[in-house]
């Protein structure tokens, strides 16, 4: 059985920080690209940060550079997303996804709320 399964959501003040995982499993994890996206109310699903199969290149959205940080460990099936310096604009439903050729897979989200 295909699964992503994210957690590590949560209600964080303003400047401080969570880390979200994201367990795979039912296909073969290191061969898949890795990323995190996030939806806010009434908006699109955007991209947060990517990740290549082997770790060594990675991509982020301008919003979060220098605050968010995405890793992965393909011995644990499992990405992370370190995120600090959290502003209430973060707040947002966020989403494991994976990527090889035509296969596209969601993990259900976390939600992640920034507020005093």
């Known amino acids: 059985q295909v699964q992503l399964v994210e957690s590590g959501g949560g209600l964080v003040q303003p400047g401080g920080s969570l880390r979200l995982s994201c367990i795979a499993s039912g296909f073969t994890f290191s061969a898949y690209r890795m990323a995190w996206y996030r939806q806010a109310p009434g908006k699109q699903r955007e991209l947060v940060a990517s990740?290549?199969?082997?770790?060594?290149?990675?991509n982020y959205a301008d919003s979060v550079k220098g605050r968010f940080t995405i890793s992965r460990d393909n011995g644990k099936n499992t990405v992370y997303l370190q995120m600090n310096s959290l502003k209430p604009e973060d707040t947002a439903v966020y989403y494991c996804?994976?990527?090889?050729?035509?296969?596209?897979?969601w993990g259900q989200g976390t939600q992640v709320t920034v507020s005093s």
């Open positions: 990740i290549a199969v082997t770790g060594g290149l990675t």
């Open positions: 996804n994976a990527l090889f050729m035509a296969r596209n897979l």
